[in-house]
Structures are given as structure tokens and as C-alpha cells.
């Protein structure tokens, strides 16, 4: 596909966008009061079913960082701890299809 980047590109946006927005509701639910604890044991809490979702990101997030260092230390990104950064403080959704994003423009 000639413009994937693209595609990235629109995950990356709704990734961030629907991750934050549920962040903002979930604050609205409790008040105004984020606890970081609270919203990561949520996702153990629920039932077998969130468990197995968490189960999914945990590792996916996991080896998705990994790749965007060893990747993005080979083919020599700029700025790559911002990736990272924005792996914890936006979200994985958001982070790595903006790190595919700009690694495409990079290799093509």
C-alpha cells in the first residue's frame, strides 16, 4: 500500500482520542480524583473477560515498546524516548501507531 503511513497516522488519533476520553469519563466517575492504582487494578477487577483484555494489551504493549526501541534505535529515529513517554503518559493506542507513522516515512 502506497500510503499506509496514513493509516497509522488515523490509529494513532483515534487510539488517543478514544483512550483519553474514557480517562475523562472515568475522572468524571470518581469525582475528579485519577489514582493511578485504581485504574490499573480496574482492569483485573471485572471479570475473566477484562482480566483477558488486560492480559492482551499487558504483553502487546510490552513487546510493542520493545520494538519501538530496538527499531527505532536501527534505523536512527529522532526523539525516540518521546515515543515511550507517550506510551505511559497518552497511551499505547496512541504511541506506537505514531512511531509506525513516522518509521514508514523513514524506510520509504
Not at 488519533?13 to 476520553?21: D, E, K, L, Q, R
Not at 536501527?74 to 524516548?81: M, P, V, W
Not at 506510551?87 to 499505547?92: E, G, K, L, R, V
Request: proline content about 1%; charged content about 10%; glycine content about 6%.
Amino acid at each position: 500500500m502506497k500510503n499506509v503511513q496514513y493509516v497509522y497516522l488515523l490509529a494513532s488519533i483515534v487510539g488517543g482520542g478514544m483512550t483519553v476520553y474514557y480517562v475523562f469519563l472515568g475522572i468524571q466517575a470518581h469525582q475528579g480524583d485519577f489514582d493511578v492504582m485504581t485504574f490499573v487494578q480496574s482492569t483485573w477487577t471485572a471479570d475473566a473477560y477484562a482480566k483477558s483484555l488486560s492480559c492482551d494489551f499487558w504483553t502487546a504493549a510490552t513487546m510493542g515498546t520493545l520494538f519501538m526501541l530496538v527499531e527505532g534505535t536501527r534505523i536512527k529515529i529522532k526523539y525516540l524516548y518521546l515515543y515511550v513517554l507517550a506510551t505511559f503518559f497518552i497511551a499505547f493506542a496512541f504511541a506506537f501507531p505514531l512511531f509506525l507513522f513516522n518509521r514508514h516515512r523513514l524506510v520509504s
